[in-house]
């Protein structure tokens, strides 16, 4: 089987490739027959990258339906999850509510406490 990476070089240049390929031609061997074998080679090469990409487009066709079906799933997921944070962010906010309105009465008991504490400090220093 011939080399087909050459082809893949972006400055591939057909007339030196095929040169190069007669240039390893043995001196015993015609030049028809030696062009003509290399043609097959070439012929059998694009025959097997033509299959290879058959075999890869079909395999890809076959995922697409499944990759559309994870796609939908993990759109699903990230719904769900969106909504289980706006309601944890909302329990948060109302935790937080309580928690301001059951700290209010104990500053304003601290306050009175601290008011009286004075109010004594006063009284002892006046008695």
């Not at 079909?58 to 997921?77: C, G, H, K, T």
């Not at 304003?108 to 006046?126: D, F, I, Q, Y």
């Amino acid at each position: 089987m011939t080399d087909l990476s050459a082809f893949l070089d972006e400055g591939f240049d057909p007339t030196t490739w095929i040169n190069a390929s007669c240039a390893t031609k043995g001196p015993d061997v015609p030049l028809e027959k030696f062009l003509a074998e290399l043609e097959m080679r070439l012929q059998l090469g694009a025959e097997e990258v033509e299959a290879t990409l058959v075999d890869c487009s079909s395999a890809a066709l076959r995922r697409v339906p499944f990759a559309q079906q994870e796609v939908s799933r993990l759109r699903d997921d990230v719904v769900a999850l969106q909504a289980s944070t706006k309601a944890l962010v909302s329990s948060v906010a109302a935790d937080a509510q309580a928690a301001a309105a059951a700290a209010a009465p104990l500053a304003a008991l601290h306050t009175a406490r601290s008011n009286m504490e004075a109010g004594c400090a006063t009284l002892r220093e006046a008695a």
